[in-house]
DNA sequence: CGCTCAAATCTTTTT
DNA sequence: GATTTGAGCG
């Protein structure tokens, strides 16, 4: 593929070209504390570069201080600065060093994951994208239904093509960049296949939904296809900062190629030595292509770890040496040796987890070692279950993280699916997962008549279900109906209300109830209306601001372009009207730029919902064990960690251990775990364990064996490798082969990931980061706006406004036009005269 | 048609 | 153990 946006700019080449004003020899105090190379990457000139960091190396730091010393040297402006990670947790993490090292309004920039910007592009371009304005999200789970809807419906053999393997597939594509067209098929199970892409596809754009590879894919096609957009993206983002740059697969390489201008410059952060997502599409190969498609002249290996004791760092050093697809590095550290690494070999898995509580009350009472600063990690998420039940026991205060997520709950997604329904009607998937739940006697015969109708009419379900008839359609048009009061009944309500409507009419609420196990459903659902309250009072300096442009090369776009549904005039008119808002305020997320048409509040909440399921930052400052997958710990420190179940099968997973690529990404795992710990590491392993319901007997891990035994003491004795006594662990077998009865009843179960009873696994988000007086709603020219008033707008004339949310210019209001319907409109961006009050 | 109970199946890691 | 499918009853 060409590189994009070959035409040259000029004046943006000798910008950058000219030597700097004045690089003053007086170093800033950012730079206070960064070693030789760290500082070196930061204050690098504007050009590719490449930083090679191992873990520990300060990687956020050396990111966060190279976006802050960028602005410092006024080298650019916020709005001219794309920084993107994979995880939500990494970015809000990276916004609030940032936001603790620079006095500076930062809410200008793009920060936040690869998904979550490219969400942000779509809504702001959805026209030109192909996609309704509303769209909505599908999750892995709506995505499989939706899959496996379509090989019903196409009666395609369950059994040859399951569900999941088709999603993985079309998944696989995507990731890759292919549509179905670019599939190459060779045999009839490939052409079966690339069928079903198809036709999932075309499924998807009927109903207006997309999963999150389609996020990428569209997003990279979007700048791909229409020059202007792409054009201004270049020219707008000079400093493009890539976190994780070793788990970027090919498409998300792709999209950064498409933003990355003549005058941008991309600083890539990686260590190809965590590439731990290989199994998702991630190519560690990306690095190598961009050193030689970028023409990189700057690569900073960071090889000075801060963050472990000796041991610690050897044994790492020692067991990664045995991978041979390396690029090669070698971490050193200034502090000591510390303490040996402690390996613990247990009868059983229940055994391993009572030592470990054990060992962790220990710590905390004899060493004061705090709480959060211990973790348990895991290979797989199916391994927390006898821990929890062991801390629980001990009343050890602990936190899952992981697992069932609070947006991935039945009962949330059932609530999520009747919103969606007010938003997007097309969205089938919703409409399948709720119109007879509750049960409201439409059966599987009476909606199998309704796909049928459905699709001899080419009608999304819930337009075809008004024209149905008999009983059936009686039921079904009383559903329908049920939804379309709600729509009218929403009206001019504020988020949370809309969402206690739903809860009150769906008749959710009522339904569990009834259940006998239906109170912590309720008030899960509770929470979810809590949890959209706090979302529109926190919106207004929510972190994934979207700004508009503050760069102005004087450049204009001038090519006809009106038939792409966007102008390159209506561009650079919004650009100017955002930089002439009052108080330079950015534009709010998911604006229409022409208009300052914006999404509804419940539109904003339901992407925030399908974004983050939820990545609970609850309790964050509560003080309890951390647990997690290995996988979930990246880019996390803690002073002790317990890595469990080392076993062979487990860790190194019998799934990847088959060839050498899958066992050297185990082993890349198992190094990002221990290199997760500051002091004290401790390996745990078993003789049997409880899994899929039947004991196993697992030798030990080769890990094990691979890091160096001068390095490690042993606190059990070290049995001959092999077997450490497979008969006795069979003796075991029998003690250990059922669950114990307080198992049962220890209060776990539905709400287990909950380290504290009582309270949701998730809630809101910390509020006490809230203005407590919010300035009241107003125009962008300072007008107080409340229901009731008459507005004018440039291009939808007269309206009368029915309710707004949010505070002061960053609030949105949602006016009904005599001309034009009803919008929600962006106050910091439409421009909005009050004609009476 | 809906609900309940029993059997069968499948279990890695995640935005 | 958890989730999903199937059979049988009201």
């Not at 049962?744 to 988000?765: H, T």
């Amino acid at each position: 593929m060409r590189r994009p946006g070959a035409v040259s700019i000029s004046m943006t080449f000798d910008l950058f070209s000219s030597p700097e004003p004045t690089p003053s020899p007086a170093p800033s105090p950012l730079l206070d504390g960064l070693n030789a190379e760290q500082a070196a990457a930061v204050t690098l000139p504007d050009a590719h570069a490449l930083i090679l960091a191992g873990a520990g190396s300060g990687k956020t730091r050396v990111l966060t201080t190279r976006i802050a010393w960028l602005l410092h040297m006024g080298r650019v402006s916020p709005g001219g600065i794309l920084a993107v990670t994979f995880t939500n947790k990494a970015a809000r993490e990276m916004q609030a060093r940032l936001g603790a090292m620079l006095p500076l309004n930062i809410r200008g920039m793009w920060m936040g994951t690869f998904h979550g910007l490219c969400n942000r592009m779509l809504r702001a371009h959805h026209q030109a994208a192909q996609l309704p304005a509303t769209f909505q999200i599908l999750d892995m789970q709506d995505q499989q239904s939706a899959i496996k809807r379509l090989i019903k419906q196409f009666g395609v053999d369950e059994e040859r093509f399951p569900p999941k393997q088709v999603m993985w597939f079309i998944n696989g594509c995507k990731e890759e960049g292919m549509r179905p067209g670019d599939v190459s098929v060779r045999d009839e199970e490939s052409r079966k296949k690339v069928e079903l892409y198809q036709l999932y596809q075309d499924q998807c754009q009927r109903e207006g939904v997309v999963d999150f590879a389609e996020l990428l894919l569209r997003s990279y096609e979007l700048l791909r296809d229409h020059a202007p957009i792409r054009d201004h993206y270049q020219r707008r983002f000079r400093h493009i900062l890539v976190d994780e740059f070793q788990d970027t697969n090919r498409l998300q390489y792709l999209w950064l190629k498409q933003l990355a201008g003549t005058g941008s410059s991309v600083f890539a952060v990686g260590d190809d030595d965590q590439s731990i997502y290989a199994f998702r599409g991630a190519r560690v190969g990306n690095m190598a292509d961009f050193v030689r498609e970028f023409d990189v002249q700057h690569q900073i290996k960071l090889e000075e770890n801060y963050r472990s004791h000796g041991h610690i760092l050897d044994s790492a050093n020692a067991l990664i040496a045995h991978n041979t697809q390396r690029l090669g590095k070698n971490l050193r550290t200034a502090q000591g040796a510390g303490e040996p690494v402690r390996v613990f070999e247990a009868p059983s898995d229940l055994a391993e987890a009572a030592w470990l509580v054990d060992e962790m009350k220990h710590l905390s009472r004899d060493d004061g070692v705090p709480l959060h600063e211990i973790a348990v990690l895991y290979r797989s998420n199916a391994q927390s279950r006898v821990i929890e039940t062991a801390l629980a026991q001990s009343g050890l205060a602990y936190r899952v993280y992981g697992g069932l997520r609070f947006f991935e709950r039945a009962e949330i997604k059932h609530a999520l699916a009747y919103l969606r329904l007010l938003e997007t009607p097309s969205d089938d998937t919703s409409f399948l997962r709720v119109v007879n739940f509750p049960a409201r006697g439409i059966g599987a015969r009476s909606i199998e008549a309704l796909q049928t109708q459905a699709r001899a009419l080419g009608l999304p379900l819930y337009t075809a279900a008004k024209g149905m008839t008999g009983r059936a359609g009686t039921l079904l048009q009383s559903f329908v109906a049920l939804i379309e009061v709600m729509r009218e009944q929403a009206q001019g309500l504020s988020l949370r209300e809309v969402v206690d409507l739903m809860l009150e009419q769906s008749g959710l609420v009522e339904h569990y109830r009834g259940e006998r196990d239906g109170g912590d459903r309720i008030e899960n659902l509770q929470e979810l209306a809590s949890a959209a309250e706090a979302f529109v009072r926190l919106e207004g300096f929510h972190t994934d601001q979207a700004a508009l442009p503050t760069t102005s090369e004087g450049v204009t776009l001038t090519q006809g372009l009106a038939s792409q549904g966007l102008s390159g005039d209506a561009l650079d008119q919004a650009m100017l009207e955002s930089r002439d808002a009052p108080g330079g305020q950015p534009a709010p997320d998911y604006v229409d730029l022409d208009t300052g048409e914006t999404l509804s509040p419940l539109a904003a909440f339901l992407t925030h919902a399908a974004l983050e399921a939820g990545d609970n930052q609850a309790q964050a400052g509560q003080d309890a064990v951390q647990l997690m997958t290995v996988h979930a710990s990246k880019g996390l420190e803690f002073d002790v960690v317990f890595i469990t179940g080392l076993e062979e099968g487990l860790f190194p997973h019998e799934n990847s251990a088959a060839d050498t690529a899958g066992l050297e990404e185990e082993r890349r795992l198992m190094y990002v775990a221990i290199t997760r710990a500051r002091q004290r590491l401790y390996l745990s392993h078993t003789q049997t364990r409880l899994l899929h319901g039947q004991s196993r007997y697992n030798f030990r891990s080769r890990f094990l064996d691979e890091v160096p035994s001068e390095c490690v003491q042993w606190l059990t004795p070290k049995s001959g490798g092999f077997g450490s006594g497979v008969g006795a662990s069979l003796a075991h077998g029998g003690q250990y082969g059922r669950m114990p009865a307080w198992s049962k009843d220890s209060g776990f179960g539905r709400s287990a990931s909950n380290a504290y009873p009582g309270q949701p696994a998730w809630s809101a988000p910390n509020l006490t980061n809230a203005p407590l007086e919010r300035p009241p709603v107003q125009t962008s020219a300072g007008q107080a706006l409340r229901a009731g008033m008459q507005v004018f707008h440039n291009k939808f004339g007269e309206g009368k406004v029915l309710a707004v949310e949010g505070s002061g210019t960053d609030g949105k209001a949602q006016v009904s036009f005599t001309r034009h319907g009803t919008k929600w409109l962006s106050l910091a961006v439409a421009k909005l005269t009050v004609v009476e009050t």
